[in-house]
């Protein structure tokens, strides 16, 4: 009799702990670094400043609607480049859909015509996410990104407080 019981209690806590875990990834993360100008930089006078660096913040935005993820987001580069994540659809800056595969959030896109294999992935652990475009294919085809801005090996972490 205890052994069913047992069975039943540690398939339920399983089923839970996935639930409450895919719950867990909706939210901001982000996070604040200091982006490097290669052109000097003027102060509010017109003058050229002896700094070359700004504190930008990128962020990616979670959410669900209707049982299903999306995101958003904004990644600075290099020379304030950035990458804006959006669903790759020409004259429309709506959130990019993603589908929960392994315990991570995928986008994937191919158009074999064009020789186009984007898969972007959000990886979670403890303190944020990691966000993969291995072949930057979703960088270079999908998202709006400056030369100087990727989304592949960024890592950002959860807030409290809201994107933007």
């Excluded at 909706?26 to 982006?35: A, L, N, P, V």
């Excluded at 102060?43 to 070359?52: A, F, K, L, Y």
Aim: proline share 4%; aromatic share 14%; net charge negative.
């Amino acid at each position: 009799m205890i052994k069913p019981i047992l069975i039943f209690l540690m398939l339920a806590s399983a089923l839970y702990s996935e639930y409450s875990h895919a719950g867990s990834f909706e939210g901001c993360y982000s996070r604040t670094d200091k982006i490097t100008s290669a052109a000097p930089m003027l102060n509010d006078d017109g003058s050229e400043s002896d700094e070359r660096f700004k504190l930008k913040t990128s962020y990616i935005n979670i959410f669900k609607k209707d049982d299903k993820y999306f995101t958003e987001g904004l990644i600075w580069g290099f020379n304030f480049h950035i990458c804006t994540i959006t669903a790759p659809l020409e004259g429309t800056t709506a959130p990019l859909p993603l589908v929960l595969k392994d315990k991570k959030l995928v986008f994937e896109e191919q158009e074999p015509e064009y020789d186009i294999n984007c898969k972007f992935e959000l990886e979670f652990d403890e303190s944020g996410l990691h966000i993969k475009d291995k072949n930057y294919h979703c960088s270079n085809y999908m998202f709006y990104c400056g030369a100087h801005a990727s989304v592949h090996d960024v890592h950002l972490f959860k807030t409290n407080k809201g994107c933007n």
